[in-house]
């Protein structure tokens, strides 16, 4: 079971950390073009807890991030698919197949891959697309410059329904 677990880290891994940029695909910075997905409806807004810092966030209205909102609250290991573009973390349980995948992202992506099954989040913008298709479910609203450092050392992150005001 081990050793099934490492291959599928490992495949995933590879997948997301291998991507092919043909010389078009960059602006004249050098940088890679990157095309965001459609912008979505919000499901609700979430806050991510890494150590000490707490970031917000949001979950669109699609039926992935409506089944991950109902594992919430969720505390997670972090590990790195891509080493200084993505940290992801496992899920209890995978969510049926029934979104279209994309390739596209924007920086502070929550993603769905559903083959983890694990959630990605996207720290860097410096790709053209993910190498693996996968689900956009929701985005960190603050700042995700933290993960540059944090979540190298099976650091954990808590997302959480963002408690709602009541008058």
């Avoid at 004249?28 to 979505?40: I, M, Q, Y």
Wanted: aromatic fraction near 8%; hydrophobic fraction near 35%.
């Amino acid at each position: 079971m081990k050793k099934l677990s490492l291959i599928c880290m490992l495949t995933l891994a590879a997948l997301f950390g291998i991507t092919g940029c043909a010389a078009s695909n960059y602006e004249s910075s050098g940088t890679a073009k990157n095309t965001p997905p459609p912008e979505e409806p919000i499901l609700t807004e979430i806050t991510i807890t890494a150590g000490e810092t707490v970031l917000d966030g949001v979950l669109f209205d699609n039926y992935t991030a409506r089944c991950f909102a109902d594992m919430l609250p969720l505390t997670s290991a972090l590990w790195n698919p891509a080493d200084g573009y993505a940290k992801a973390f496992d899920l209890p349980s995978e969510i049926s197949d029934s979104n279209e995948r994309t390739r596209n992202y924007e920086l502070g992506s929550l993603a769905y891959w559903f083959e983890g099954p694990s959630i990605a989040i996207i720290h860097n913008d410096n790709r053209e697309q993910t190498v693996v298709p996968v689900v956009p479910i929701g985005k960190i609203t603050s700042d995700v410059g933290m993960f540059f450092s944090y979540g190298n050392n099976n650091e954990t992150v808590t997302i959480e329904k963002k408690e709602s005001e009541t008058s």
